[in-house]
């Protein structure tokens, strides 16, 4: 994709992604919204937006196809594998692809589409710019001994590597 143009394979990929979306739509229920992860030429996990249907908030259509691949390669990093999303990630789905270590991401309509018909995504996208106390969500950092102990599970966990903890400030 040099051209910053989709090839004939994404393309392919793609429309798998666009006909897990519409069969979503057909069994009720369900949010319009397909996604598969591809790896070496292969599918190894495809998702689509179960919301509703398991009470989840988080069963997004990305989301379910990181899990599916998951459970398929017994691992959750995927730096080998190309995402491929029916329309343009949520701010959740796009940050746990980065979480998977996806390279690549492939998608069909984009977040000012998918606000054309009711979903939230650009909105969301434009809340995580404000400043914390700006934000619909209230948030609130706890201090002294709750935080000193959560902080100390921390460091217990980074103490049982077998190599340095680069930190990510």
């Keep these: 994709m040099p051209d910053g ?18 069969r979503a739509l057909e069994d009720g229920g ?9 790896i070496n030429g292969a599918v190894v996990g495809e ?9 989840d908030p988080t069963a997004h259509a990305e989301v379910m196809a990181l899990r599916a691949s998951g459970q398929a390669l017994g691992r959750h990093l995927f730096e ?4 491929y999303a029916s329309s343009e990630p949520c701010p ?5 692809c980065y979480w998977a ?13 998918v606000a054309t018909y009711g979903f ?17 969500l209230q948030e609130e950092g706890a201090g002294g001994a709750v935080k000193a102990d959560a902080i100390s599970v921390l460091k217990a966990w980074a103490d049982g590597l077998p190599g340095p903890v680069v930190p990510k400030l």
């Design 80 to 83: 080998d594998g190309v995402m």
């Design 92 to 96: 959740m789905c796009l940050v746990a």
């Design 5 to 22: 143009s989709p090839s004939q394979t994404d393309l392919k990929y793609l429309q798998q992604a666009v006909d897990i979306s519409r």
């Design 47 to 55: 998702g689509t937006s179960s919301v509703v249907r398991l009470s």
């Design 30 to 38: 369900n949010t319009p919204f397909g996604a598969l992860v591809v």
């Design 101 to 113: 270590r996806i390279p690549r991401l492939v998608f069909g309509a984009s977040s000012r589409d």
């Design 120 to 136: 939230e995504d650009l909105q969301l996208y434009r809340e995580l710019t404000l400043p914390s106390d700006h934000r619909s």
